[in-house]
């Protein structure tokens, strides 16, 4: 072996290896695009399966946990007018005046804190907050916060309970 073949196989051996992401990071690149599908099912009524097979199509997904992507995409589109439900008595407007992105947003907090209980609420939070800075307008984050808080008050009050008294 050459030394420039020694040379190039000891850079590729010493070159640190990519880490594979963390399971939160998977399922806030989830929500990310669960977001986007979701925000694209709300504006064109195009059926979930197709928005779902362009994903697919469309974007890396290797970058987020599928499972969960599909699971959110679904529940959300499928349960929209449940999850309004539960969450439009906080709103300080009509549901019809909200801006699409943070109505998107409520939709899928609402689902992981009424739906995922394995999912702790201040996780939820935290990820619709997140989610806001990174596609909503200047202070949606602050909006989003408040109601998905005040929902969580209602849905996970034994969790904040138990979270309290340690």
């Not at 196989?9 to 989830?30: F, I, N, T, V």
Request: charged content about 30%; proline content about 4%; hydrophobic content about 35%.
């Amino acid at each position: 072996m050459s030394e420039v073949d020694k040379s190039t196989q000891q850079k590729a051996e010493s070159k640190p290896k990519a880490k594979k992401p963390s399971r939160s990071q998977l399922r806030s690149a989830s929500r990310s695009f669960a977001l986007q599908a979701a925000y694209q099912w709300q504006m064109n009524q195009t059926p979930v399966n197709e928005i779902e097979a362009q994903f697919t199509v469309d974007h890396d997904l290797g970058t987020c946990d599928k499972v969960y992507f599909r699971e959110l995409i679904q529940g959300v589109t499928f349960n929209a007018k449940k999850l309004d439900d539960l969450y439009e008595t906080l709103l300080d407007r009509p549901l019809s005046e909200l801006d699409p992105i943070e109505l998107t947003i409520l939709r899928i907090g609402s689902f992981e804190l009424s739906e995922r209980l394995d999912v702790p609420y201040r996780v939820v939070i935290n990820e619709g907050v997140e989610l806001a800075k990174s596609f909503g307008a200047t202070e949606s984050h602050k909006y989003v916060n408040g109601i998905l808080d005040k929902l969580a008050q209602r849905v996970r009050r034994e969790e904040i309970a138990a979270r309290r008294e340690r």
